[in-house]
């Protein structure tokens, strides 16, 4: 059979594109194509969890204003399908008093993003919040929530009503006047558009399409403990510290998960695979051309003090354990059962800095979801709104309403 529009991966972007395009294109022929046996495999159904609030990104990035309306329409979207979720709010602890005007400067940031609700908190009302924890000051920020991501992915594509084909790996794309001829690992495909969301392997499949992107994805894996289930009444809610000015990560934080449990975690450190999660995982194909790309070296010349920190921590329970001791004093290095990992697509430049926004582009019959790094699982909704409409006004389709239905044109 032939689609009008084929979209590679099922994570929760690119079930958040498909479930809008069937929104604005009703009667589209619609394929999904993902190369694992389900939903939410990778990035989306291991990350921490979070709807952000989108207190730390820069005003006016598309970061900022996506997380900013994703993450309402999450909430909504949640409430309308029974997604578990809750919004709980967190507080981000300044522990040191030097790290007092970078808490300033972040408030000051929230109140440009316009995040509802948010305080500044003295030492004293930390404690109002979670009694456990220890700063010199915090920001609470009421609008942070939790959320099953993997339960939301399989919602959106169940929605979305496409034809889904899983353990089915896109292998070669052959476009020609009318579109696109796919080559997978359990047969071809016609599609006359396609859309790649293929979050760690976005520049692979951009290059399968003849575009040459100017960003490199770096595998960068983060490991996270439970707390044991005595000792989860010590974190009520979500606790982080201050991010790393410059490292590009929200630092060790406590999360309570929509299950009840508590995570602790994610560090981030060079992993060695794409998709493979233990901590030793290896891939040859990967490590050759993560460590053949300039920017990985120029980045490790950058962050070498922080990626050493990192990397001794990402071995070290004790010092994971310090890490979050300094937000709750209380927690013991029991406390901690080592859990899963996740691993995150850092899109590198040349120049060895971190592509900090959301990332598409478009062609003549193709879009390609370059990098869609956190917050893009809070963003997803509004995210697939802005790449749908991308593609639609790229590709000049038109939607026409006749006796057959809807359909799509050129
Ligand atoms: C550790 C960690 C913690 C995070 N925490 C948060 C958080 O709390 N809140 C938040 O908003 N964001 C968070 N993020 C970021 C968020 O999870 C990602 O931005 C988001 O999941 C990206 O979704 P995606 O669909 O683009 O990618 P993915 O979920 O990685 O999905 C891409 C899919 O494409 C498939 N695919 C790839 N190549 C092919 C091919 N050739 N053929 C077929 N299928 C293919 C893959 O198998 C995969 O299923 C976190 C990320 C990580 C790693």
Redesign the pocket.
Known sequence: MAYDITV???????AAVAHRLRKVLPDVRLLV????PK??????????????SGIYYKPGSLKATLCAKGREMLYEFAANENIPHDRCGKLILATESDELPRLHHLYERGLQNAIPGIKLLSAAEIQLYEPEARGVGAIHVPVTGIID?KALTERLLALSLADIRYQ????KLRGHSQGYHIE?TRGDYESSYVIA?????AD??ARLDGLYPPLRVVPFR?DYYELRPEARWKVRHLIYPLPHPTYPVLGVHLTRMTDGSIEAG?NAVFAWAREVYSRTGFSLRDSIEALSFVGTWRFFLKHWREGWTEYRRAFSKRLFWRSLQRLVPSLTEEDLIPARS????LALTRDGRFWDDFYFVAQSRSLH?LN????????SLALAEVIVQKAIDTWQLSISVGTGGVSIHR
């Open positions: 590679i991966g099922a994570g929760v972007v690119g194509l993902e190369k694992e939903p939410a495999f990778h990035q989306s159904g291991r990350n921490s969890g979070v709807i952000h991501y089915t790996e896109v292998l997978t969301c293929a979050g760690l392997q692979r499949l983060g994610p996740g691993i995150r697509a979801v869609a790094p956190s917050p893009a699982a809070t963003a």
